[in-house]
């Protein structure tokens, strides 16, 4: 067998574990081969040196403990349907109980009372005693001292069912050494000895020895963190390569000079003074597109921030030069809306603004794509239909993708695609600020803007934290807004498990809203519509013929009625500081003061609430998405699947800022060096296993 079959082996096959307890692994943990064990990590240490006295044991604290075994005892329960074995340990001062319920025959025939052994285990009190269910118990040999044979014990995330086949943390060891004598943990190394060396990282072998089988908490600890910096070196070197092909691989046009249209619109019909953080913004993406290499930058902003000003000054460049430029956007409301504020800017200017949805007419859609291919239309607004098969592009210079996370790498690829055999330069858009401990794994690959500054003269939006005794207090202030002449949103949330109970917390919302506001139209929007209808409702709202305009979150992005003052979102405590943050952005954009109101169950509990009430102490999205990946964690924050954020096993994004920013280094000084890997084949290797595991691209030359 070579080295690479060894690790292929069933677990049935390793001396100890035998098929019943292999089929255990599997079941339990998805542990079937000697390798899948290998990567097995415990959960934490315990230190021999640090041996708790029985009485200093604290309820729910695991801990070591050391003494004599007392007489075992089986004994029925359950109406003599069950056996128990019990049993107690006595260290000199203090005892406690041991008691198993199942899988204890073999313990039994190993153990004998009188006996010097290690106790494992987390105590609790069973009737005012001291009490460990299952411990793992490791027998001393007389005379010797726990430190003789190993002073480190490993803890490995077991499960009841693992105990119940034998499987404790003491068997776990012995396996790991068995295994260690099979195969001495050789693996081939992905981290290059350099940077090993560079950052004092054991080569992998040794540090898996140093994980399973410590002789010190320090060595298994420096282990770990090998293993940190791994995972994130992986991922680096995946994104750092991704940016570093796309900017090689490709050429793009070179708009060296702004081209004449910047300035005349500059000079002419700007219709308001950039604010510095917009102008810095343009700089950048001015300085990416005079070059041959594509942009393939992402501009972050609030909302509100203007990002769409800055998109236009980027389309001026490539448009000013004689190509042409494609703004996507995730829905037709959106689409139609930048089409509305191209079309006011562009036009003094000369250039015409062409529109492509899925529910643009056959005819009107064959004549804007003639108009495309010619090269006759120079900016095109649309949703996916502007990659689709038929579309053809005259010179495609510039593409903007607005809400960006909202489409699949392969989508936005797909209208890059229609550039060939150039590559266009690249806007990425989006309003969902990602805090920048977060930024270099998610956004890896491109290049970051941060607008991080609101146009002056905005009316804050007052921010209300309701629960629902407060009911009529809202509904009037709700009532006072729409005899002005206001609109209203109304928002339920819609989680993705539970779409139907959702959609019914809609309508059923909608139809106490109609209720109660007998004398306004009421709209109602949801996720379950087909686009049409979606589409019409928004524009009835757009429009103001319906004031209040009932809905889930599909009214969340970019959406724009300056008309709109109250938005109401009921079951707050539902959604994300983040998400409650944008939709607070569909409110406060005309020159009326606004209201968000976050309305939350009775029975909320004070911590849910208190998280609520950062919402209305903070205004500065980047701030909020902090306090929200704080408080939900980078999985839940994120939503990883959309993402495209794998999730660690070892490494934490948050606590290990400090290795991330190492490995990312290692990884830029790596692919600098030799970007195909091609003195790195382990490497390479590990990064298509990787790549395949988290679906995530490969990019390669
Ligand atoms: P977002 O970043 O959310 O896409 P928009 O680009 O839609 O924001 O801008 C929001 C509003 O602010 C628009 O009405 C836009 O015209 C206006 N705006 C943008 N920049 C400025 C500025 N520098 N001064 C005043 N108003 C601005
Ligand atoms: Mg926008």
């Not at 953080?277 to 992402?298: G, Y």
């Not at 200017?349 to 007419?361: E, R």
């Not at 593409?399 to 695609?417: C, M, S």
């Not at 983040?578 to 968000?596: C, D, E, I, K, P």
Request: proline share 6%; aromatic share 10%.
């Amino acid at each position: 067998m070579t080295q690479a079959d060894v690790w292929k082996s069933s677990l049935a096959y390793l001396k100890g574990v035998g098929p019943r307890r292999a089929e255990v692994l599997r079941t339990e943990l998805a542990l079937s081969t000697y390798e899948d064990l290998l990567y097995y990590f415990p959960r934490r240490y315990l230190d021999y040196a640090q041996i708790t006295p029985i009485a200093h044991a604290r309820p729910d604290q695991e801990g070591v403990f050391q003494g004599k075994l007392g007489p075992l005892q089986v004994r029925a329960t359950g109406g003599g349907k069950r056996a128990i074995l019990t049993g107690t340990l006595y260290d000199g001062q203090a005892w406690m109980e041991l008691i198993w319920y199942q899988g204890w025959e073999w313990l039994r025939q190993k153990l004998s009372p009188g006996q010097e052994v290690l106790v494992i285990g987390r105590p609790t009190y069973k009737k005012r005693l001291l009490q460990i269910a299952h411990p793992d118990i490791i027998p001393l040999s007389a005379g010797k001292s726990p430190q003789h044979f190993l002073r480190v014990y490993p803890v490995y995330p077991l499960t009841e069912k693992l105990r119940q086949v034998g499987l404790d943390n003491k068997r776990f060891h012995m396996l790991f050494e068995e295994l260690y004598r099979l195969t001495q943990f050789k693996q081939e190394d992905p981290i290059p000895e350099s940077i090993r060396e560079r950052y004092n990282l054991p080569p992998l072998s040794e540090a898996l020895h140093a994980l399973h089988l410590p002789t010190s908490v320090e060595e298994a600890e420096r282990a770990l963190q090998r293993f940190k910096f791994q995972e994130f070196f992986l991922l680096q070197v995946l994104l750092i390569r991704r940016k570093h092909f796309l900017k090689s691989q490709y050429t793009a046009p070179a708009f060296t000079q702004a081209g004449p249209l910047v300035s005349e619109f500059y000079e002419k019909y700007l219709p308001f003074a950039l604010t510095e953080a917009q102008k810095r913004v343009i700089k950048e993406i001015r300085r990416d597109m005079a070059l041959s290499t594509p942009m393939n930058r992402l501009i972050q902003g609030d909302v509100g921030s203007g990002k769409t000003i800055v998109a236009l000054f980027a389309s001026l460049i490539a448009i000013g030069n004689g190509y042409q430029v494609a703004l996507m956007a995730p829905t037709e409301v959106l689409a139609e809306q930048h089409a509305r504020s191209f079309r006011k800017w562009l036009a003094p200017l000369g250039v015409g603004v062409g529109l492509l949805l899925g529910s643009t007419s056959p005819s009107q859609k064959r004549r804007t794509l003639d108009k495309l291919a010619t090269g006759e239309l120079a900016c095109i607004i649309g949703t996916h239909a502007l990659f689709q098969k038929n579309v053809q592009y005259h010179r495609l210079g510039l593409t903007i993708i607005d809400e960006q996370h909202k489409f699949g790498v392969k989508q936005r690829a797909a209208l890059w695609e229609k550039a060939h055999p150039y590559r266009p330069h690249n806007l990425l858009l989006t309003a969902t600020p990602i805090p920048r401990t977060l930024a270099l794994s998610v956004y890896g690959d491109v290049d970051v803007s941060v607008i991080d500054e609101l146009p002056p003269g905005r009316q804050p939006v007052k921010t209300l934290i309701r629960t629902e005794v407060h009911r009529q207090e809202i509904w009037n202030l709700l009532r006072a807004e729409l005899q002005k002449g206001r609109q209203a949103y109304i928002i339920y949330p819609l989680v993705e498990e539970s779409e139907k109970l959702d959609l019914k917390a809609v309508e059923e919302g909608f139809e106490v809203v109609r209720k109660a506001f007998p004398e306004y139209a009421v709209g109602i929007v949801h996720g379950r519509m087909n686009s049409e209808r979606k589409e019409r409702e928004m524009h009835l709202f757009k429009s103001g013929q319906t004031k209040i305009l009932v809905g889930t979150t599909v009214v969340e992005v970019g959406v724009d009625v300056p008309n709109a003052t109250v938005l109401i979102v009921e079951h707050a405590d539902r959604f994300g500081l983040s998400q409650l943050h944008q939709l607070r952005g569909r409110v406060g954009r005309g020159q009326y003061a606004s209201y968000a109101i976050f309305m939350a169950p009775n029975d909320l509990s004070e911590s849910a609430l208190e998280r609520l009430r950062a919402l209305a102490q903070y205004n500065d999205g980047f701030h909020i998405a902090e306090i929200d990946l704080k408080l939900r964690g980078p999985g839940d924050f994120l939503g990883t699947k959309q993402s495209g954020l794998p999730e660690f096993k070892v490494a934490d994004i948050i606590r290990d800022q400090a290795i991330l920013r190492q490995a990312r280094q290692a990884a830029e000084d790596l692919i600098g060096q030799d970007p195909s890997l091609t003195l790195y084949p382990t490497l390479q290797a590990y990064l298509t296993t990787y790549a395949k595991k988290h679906s995530l691209e490969l990019f390669t030359a």
